[in-house]
């Protein structure tokens, strides 16, 4: 079994993967100080819980926190017994290297919704990805990632906004009845929800337009399906794609090493 690890600014998801399809998925906050014991302590009290016994024999990770990758290598090491593959690192090889400028070092997480979107739906592909930072990547015909856009992300802009101005409180983001708001709830709901629906559509159809070609748009993390009820945004939702292409980096890699 295949033991997937994405660790963003956010949170860590751990997945395990039987050869076809994901075990289960278990979601922790990130935390660099975090040590290899004690990721092993929480992975293995839901495991328990999921009534899995996992044979984990092999481990690969995404980390768009370079200082939590350490303890992750300890973790797979002390606890299976294995040298995990680390996406980004010049011994992770990947399906087809990024094209962007010159020494330019491409988001892991990125690279792997490229592997994961191009498996899927081939290439020409816009994936819209929200976590921390909403991240637009564009996917080559080939596979490749080409570039794209970071934009602050939803509930970053909404702490933001909540910080920035005293007066103004936390909200959780929803699609309002109304895009006019009443109370303040409501006018902030509706500045952010259609705010960043407006922003979806606007860079997507810019990208397209830059791009030349038709291109199918797939969204992806946590807000998709809430971002997806507002307007035509996504021509496909998927919830796990970061997973799945560290999944099909990790074949790459398998494939390479038994050849």
Not at 8 to 29: A, E, H, K, M, P
Not at 44 to 68: A, F
Not at 155 to 172: K, M, R, T
Request: charged share 20%; hydrophobic share 40%; aromatic share 8%.
């Amino acid at each position: 079994m295949l033991l997937t690890i994405d660790c963003g600014n956010t949170n860590t998801v751990f997945s395990i993967w039987d050869g076809t399809r994901f075990l289960c998925t278990l979601r922790t906050s990130t935390h660099h100080g975090r040590t290899a014991d004690a990721y092993f302590t929480w992975f293995s009290t839901l495991i328990r819980h999921y009534g899995i016994e996992p044979n984990i024999t092999d481990v690969i990770i995404s980390s768009t926190v370079p200082r939590v990758v350490f303890n992750l290598r300890v973790f797979s090491d002390r606890f299976f017994g294995l040298r995990p593959w680390v996406v980004g690192k010049l011994d992770c090889a990947l399906p087809v290297p990024p094209r962007v400028d010159e020494g330019v070092s491409v988001g892991p997480d990125r690279l792997a919704n490229a592997a994961g979107a191009h498996q899927r739906h081939g290439g020409d592909v816009v994936v819209v990805d929200f976590g921390t930072a909403t991240n637009f990547d564009v996917v080559a015909e080939d596979g490749a990632y080409v570039g794209g856009v970071i934009a602050p992300g939803v509930n970053l802009s909404l702490e933001a906004l909540h910080q920035g101005a005293a007066a103004l409180p936390h909200v959780d983001v929803s699609q309002p009845e109304r895009v006019i708001g009443t109370n303040t709830v409501a006018c902030i709901q509706s500045g952010v929800f259609w705010g960043y629906v407006g922003l979806i559509q606007g860079i997507t159809r810019r990208i397209r337009e830059e791009y030349g070609k038709p291109m199918k748009v797939i969204g992806t993390g946590g807000l998709a399906p809430l971002f997806a009820q507002g307007e035509m945004l996504f021509d496909v939702i998927e919830d796990d794609l970061t997973m799945h292409g560290l999944t099909v980096i990790y074949a790459h890699n398998k494939k390479l090493e038994n050849s």
